[in-house]
């Protein structure tokens, strides 16, 4: 993937991708901000999900041992995995050993992180996403471009479109005529998914949130295909990040509080399946747990990056966002796009890679995405904590050298009197764009013009 920068200019010269990004995220903002008016608390619970976070992270190592603990005395079996290529191989083995050749999957963040997709089809495996918007995307051989929403930067007639061309390939066709009307199109994907749901005997999925005091897993979502998926196949592997542990079921209360006003802008998820361990005769015989790090100790070390752990993956903060609004999230080369996928693919994978050095600067620093996270992450902040990590990498001495000129003049008040005064004086010498490594910042905005007189010779003149 290109960097930030090269991706987001090609995506902005798309209108129709502008058009269907403007039109999704005004109206889930929208509705957000009249689901979150309702609770006079609002501010409180926000706080309340701030401090549960961090205390979690804080005592996390207690807190995994507690939930292993508690998943193994359920019947469930818990794997670590250290990284992306040791999730893979556990999945992968664990599938193997079923006998099986196919999984139904519930939408995940982790393991879209992981590429499990690709992994299991490289043992032959394949793997049916079944959530309506992943399922658009894997038809259209496409990426998501939400966190919420995969599919946002589609409209009805290109979903139409895929489903007419794309779905018999993997299954059962769409019907011979098909329109753009939503029920229509629902119901193709429900026919399509339904002989799937009825003989896949292996699920996967993440979880929102795991309790550990019990070892309860939560998933919520909107649609029922997840509950089929946690419920019909003999086995069930769970791929969850370790930052998803909440302690306690009190706890849990302000989490499904917070996400589904923040998500989808209800009171409460239509689907909010729970799960522990295994239960003869109902639900899946055998359970898998996986817990993965994949960059998530290293981001923990951070004191100041470390707020992205506390990420309940709501979305709102991509919903608010002039950068994500224009350029749409496969322009952030990442399965976390907007203003959280910035902060949190950094620190996941580092800042050395291109993709990864570009995207703390995908941002205005506009401060909205802090003013509507559920859990306060200051994303701002965490910005330009990165910044500074990338700029003290080689390659940006130019950049170093001229931050110091300007702290060096900006800490001497008559150095800085006399550097005004001579720009006043030389306004008209000034050119209109900046030469070199400058000039990328005035292809797109204007140079701002030096005023005739400093504000400190003015006031000097009127007013004293």
């Given at each position: 993937?290109?960097?930030f920068p090269?991706a987001?200019?090609?995506a902005?010269r798309d209108?129709r991708?502008?058009?269907?990004?403007r039109h999704?995220?005004?109206?889930?903002?929208d509705?957000r901000a009249?689901?979150?008016?309702?609770?006079?608390?609002w501010?409180?619970?926000?706080?309340?999900?701030k401090?549960?976070k961090d205390h979690?992270?804080r005592?996390?190592?207690?807190?995994l041992?507690q939930v292993e603990?508690a998943?193994?005395a359920?019947?469930?079996?818990?794997?670590w995995?250290?990284?992306a290529?040791e999730a893979?191989?556990i999945v992968t083995?664990?599938?193997?050993?079923?006998?099986?050749r196919?999984?139904v999957?519930?939408?995940?963040?982790?393991t879209?992180?992981?590429?499990l997709?690709?992994a299991?089809a490289?043992e032959?495996i394949?793997a049916?996403?079944?959530?309506l918007a992943?399922?658009?995307?894997?038809?259209?051989?496409d990426?998501?471009?939400?966190?919420l929403?995969p599919a946002i930067?589609?409209?009805r007639?290109?979903?139409r479109?895929i489903?007419a061309e794309?779905?018999?390939?993997?299954g059962?066709?769409?019907?011979?005529v098909?329109?753009d009307?939503?029920a229509e199109l629902?119901?193709?994907?429900?026919?399509h998914?339904?002989e799937?749901f009825?003989?896949a005997?292996?699920?996967?999925?993440?979880?929102?949130?795991?309790v550990?005091?019990?070892?309860?897993?939560?998933?919520?979502?909107?649609e029922?295909?997840g509950?089929?998926?946690?419920?019909?196949?003999?086995?069930?592997?769970?791929?969850?990040?370790i930052e998803?542990v909440?302690?306690t079921?009190?706890?849990l209360?302000?989490?499904?509080q917070?996400l589904?006003?923040s998500?989808?802008?209800?009171?409460?998820?239509?689907?909010?399946?729970?799960?522990?361990g295994?239960?003869?005769?109902?639900g899946?015989?055998?359970?898998?747990?996986v817990?993965?790090?994949n960059?998530?100790?290293?981001?923990?070390?951070d004191?100041?990056?470390?707020?992205a752990?506390?990420?309940i993956?709501c979305?709102?903060c991509?919903?608010?966002c002039p950068?994500?609004?224009?350029?749409g999230g496969?322009a952030?080369?990442s399965v976390?796009?907007?203003p959280i996928g910035?902060?949190?693919?950094p620190?996941l994978h580092?800042?050395?890679?291109t993709v990864?050095?570009?995207l703390?600067?995908a941002?205005s620093?506009?401060?909205a995405c802090?003013?509507?996270?559920?859990?306060?992450?200051?994303?701002p902040e965490?910005l330009?904590?990165?910044?500074?990590q990338?700029?003290?990498?080689?390659g940006h001495?130019?950049?170093?050298?001229a931050v110091?000129?300007?702290?060096y003049?900006?800490d001497r008040?008559a150095?800085?009197a006399a550097?005004?005064r001579a720009?006043?004086?030389?306004r008209r010498?000034?050119?209109r764009?900046?030469?070199g490594?400058?000039r990328?910042?005035?292809?797109?905005?204007?140079?701002?013009q030096v005023?005739?007189?400093?504000f400190r010779?003015?006031w000097r003149?009127n007013r004293t």
């Amino acid at each position: 993937m290109p960097a930030f920068p090269e991706a987001a200019a090609r995506a902005t010269r798309d209108a129709r991708l502008r058009a269907n990004l403007r039109h999704a995220t005004h109206t889930i903002r929208d509705k957000r901000a009249r689901a979150v008016a309702e609770l006079a608390d609002w501010e409180q619970l926000r706080a309340a999900g701030k401090a549960i976070k961090d205390h979690t992270l804080r005592r996390l190592d207690h807190y995994l041992v507690q939930v292993e603990e508690a998943v193994t005395a359920a019947g469930g079996t818990v794997h670590w995995a250290a990284d992306a290529e040791e999730a893979n191989r556990i999945v992968t083995g664990l599938v193997r050993a079923t006998g099986e050749r196919e999984v139904v999957k519930v939408k995940s963040m982790a393991t879209q992180e992981i590429g499990l997709n690709e992994a299991l089809a490289a043992e032959g495996i394949t793997a049916y996403e079944t959530d309506l918007a992943e399922l658009i995307v894997q038809l259209g051989d496409d990426r998501p471009s939400h966190i919420l929403v995969p599919a946002i930067h589609r409209n009805r007639g290109e979903i139409r479109r895929i489903f007419a061309e794309r779905m018999a390939a993997w299954g059962r066709p769409a019907p011979e005529v098909l329109t753009d009307a939503p029920a229509e199109l629902a119901e193709a994907a429900r026919l399509h998914l339904r002989e799937k749901f009825l003989r896949a005997q292996v699920a996967v999925s993440g979880a929102n949130f795991i309790v550990a005091e019990t070892g309860t897993l939560v998933v919520v979502e909107s649609e029922g295909n997840g509950r089929m998926c946690l419920t019909l196949p003999r086995t069930l592997i769970s791929v969850v990040g370790i930052e998803k542990v909440v302690p306690t079921w009190r706890d849990l209360e302000v989490f499904l509080q917070l996400l589904p006003r923040s998500s989808t802008a209800e009171r409460m998820n239509p689907y909010t399946s729970l799960w522990t361990g295994t239960t003869g005769g109902d639900g899946p015989s055998a359970f898998h747990l996986v817990l993965l790090d994949n960059g998530r100790t290293a981001a923990l070390a951070d004191e100041i990056g470390r707020q992205a752990l506390r990420c309940i993956r709501c979305s709102a903060c991509l919903n608010v966002c002039p950068v994500y609004e224009r350029a749409g999230g496969h322009a952030y080369g990442s399965v976390y796009p907007g203003p959280i996928g910035a902060i949190l693919t950094p620190q996941l994978h580092g800042t050395a890679g291109t993709v990864e050095a570009s995207l703390p600067f995908a941002s205005s620093l506009c401060g909205a995405c802090y003013e509507v996270c559920p859990v306060a992450i200051d994303i701002p902040e965490v910005l330009v904590h990165l910044r500074e990590q990338v700029v003290r990498r080689p390659g940006h001495r130019l950049e170093r050298a001229a931050v110091a000129a300007a702290g060096y003049v900006l800490d001497r008040p008559a150095l800085l009197a006399a550097a005004e005064r001579a720009l006043a004086r030389s306004r008209r010498l000034h050119p209109r764009r900046l030469p070199g490594p400058g000039r990328a910042w005035t292809d797109t905005r204007d140079l701002p013009q030096v005023p005739a007189e400093s504000f400190r010779d003015w006031w000097r003149r009127n007013r004293t």
